[in-house]
């Protein structure tokens, strides 16, 4: 397994030449930070095929395919978690001064089925990482799964835990007691501009502000996203 982790690590070496140039372009005192798919969110999208058009959002046959044929998964996710290691530490010898663990497709899964999918094959990549000598600061994403973020910011030894859009603010409070928080503008609110992402930043900021929280997203910037509403946004963040 070992053999197969580190030959993907080498299939996007590009991925580690851009973070040494990027890393060396940056001001010293900025952070890169370097991410990769987690193990749940990768088998979706290997196991879902042609039916990701049906039941989008839910991952319904990969979902099937856990209960049905839960050993088959889980040797799959275990394959995942040591390339996963392999791929992640690639990126910490490029430069990356953080990592982040993308669970996009965490949302929707039981407690029981949580456990197994998303909290277990993380806990198992950060000792991997761990093992393998990257020491530097890991932030956990259980996207959608508000309900579980406190068990999860308890069970896993990341730093950070980043929080979605739909996370209410009480729940983010809970968890920033627990760990330090990443999260959770809305994309398309910061799409939209005007004075409802002023509002939005002032109840994020009300509510998260006082604790320990990185500023950001609920997922990703959307392309055509207007420079003009970030800059909004620094400004407002600036001024409280």
């Not at 049905?68 to 430069?95: F, I, N, R, T």
């Not at 004075?195 to 990703?220: S, T």
């Amino acid at each position: 397994m070992r053999d197969l982790a580190e030959g993907a690590g080498a299939a996007l070496s590009e991925v580690g030449e851009t973070l040494s140039r990027v890393r060396d372009a940056l001001e010293p005192e900025r952070a890169l930070i370097g991410f990769a798919g987690a193990p749940w969110t990768v088998a979706t999208y290997m196991l879902d095929g042609e039916a990701r058009t049906i039941g989008k959002g839910e991952r319904a046959q990969a979902r099937t395919y856990a209960y049905a044929e839960p050993e088959k998964v889980d040797a799959l996710l275990d394959v995942l978690v040591e390339s996963s290691a392999w791929y992640l530490k690639m990126q910490a010898d490029a430069g990356a001064q953080a990592l982040k663990i993308f669970e996009s497709w965490a949302e929707g899964l039981p407690d029981d089925l949580f456990d197994r999918l998303v909290l277990k094959p993380h806990q198992k990549l950060v000792a991997r990482l761990r093992e393998l000598g990257v020491t530097v600061p890991l932030i956990g994403f259980p996207r959608g799964s508000a309900a579980l973020a406190e068990g999860y910011a308890r069970d896993v030894d990341v730093q950070a835990v980043a929080l979605d859009t739909a996370c209410p603010l009480a729940v983010g409070r809970r968890v920033q007691t627990i760990k330090p928080i990443q999260g959770a503008l809305d994309p398309l609110l910061l799409r939209a501009g005007g004075a409802a992402l002023d509002r939005r930043v002032d109840q994020l900021m009300e509510a998260w502000g006082q604790g320990p929280w990185v500023f950001n997203l609920g997922h990703g910037i959307l392309p055509d996203v207007p420079i003009a509403h970030v800059e909004q946004v620094l400004r407002r963040i600036g001024a409280q």
